[in-house]
């Protein structure tokens, strides 16, 4: 439990801090992922051979990882689009839309095409990549690990209590979305929805589905 803040990331618009402190994150933001124990570490992919690698680095702390600046940057995605870098070529749904504390996103490797996070990979499912997941159907068949979901707490460690949806508004209002709880375990809420028992209800689909 000492090492909960490896697992725990600070969402920045430069990798010095943020200048739009008090906003919400919104899809279509690129942003730095600061690992919350080590400032000097910031996450970076579409590196090594391939472009598949995925590490956590200072990417202050020389020229050239200064330079390797979009592989440091992250855009976030409420689907996974075409894997280009503009919003014209691979539009999103939720593009400008505030995301939500349990909302299901995607990170792309900003200044790469084709190239997403994705993680719960090999041995153990331990590992994290930065992947096309267009490049075969096994790829496309693992879908659900290139999502990721925007928590303020570690959770339940399931991915039932999570909502595939984006705010109506920049004011984060909230449609109604319905999912079930296979696991049989409550689910505690903190935002948005206010329910502790389990309920019965159809899983909540991609983002464009459930709003």
Same mark, same amino acid.
């Given at each position: ?17 943020s ?36 590490a ?38 939720? #593009?400008?839309e ?39 159907r #096994? ?6 690990? #290139? ?16 909502l #595939? ?8 209002y ?21 329910r ?12 464009n589905?459930?709003?």
């Amino acid at each position: 439990l000492n090492e909960s803040g490896s697992y725990q990331w600070i969402v920045q618009s430069t990798p010095r801090g943020s200048s739009n402190i008090g906003e919400c994150l919104k899809y279509g933001d690129k942003i730095f992922l600061n690992v919350n124990r080590r400032r000097d570490q910031w996450l970076t992919g579409g590196r090594g051979g391939g472009n598949e690698g995925v590490a956590s680095r200072n990417h202050l702390g020389t020229e050239y990882e200064k330079n390797a600046v979009e592989a440091y940057q992250w855009t976030v995605r409420s689907n996974v689009g075409s894997g280009k870098q503009t919003n014209e070529e691979s539009p999103d749904p939720g #593009y400008g839309e505030c995301v939500q504390v349990l909302s299901v996103i995607y990170l792309q490797v900003n200044g790469r095409d084709n190239r997403w996070l994705t993680g719960g990979r090999g041995e153990g499912n331990e590992e994290a990549a930065s992947r096309d997941m267009f490049k075969s159907r #096994y790829e496309e068949s693992r879908e659900p690990d #290139y999502r990721w979901i925007i928590r303020k707490s570690k959770g339940l460690g399931t991915r039932n209590d999570a909502l #595939y949806c984006a705010a109506v508004s920049a004011k984060g209002y909230w449609n109604s979305v319905q999912y079930a709880n296979t696991s049989g375990v409550n689910v505690q809420y903190n935002e948005g929805v206010e329910r502790t028992s389990e309920i019965n209800i159809d899983l909540a689909k991609p983002w464009n589905n459930s709003t």
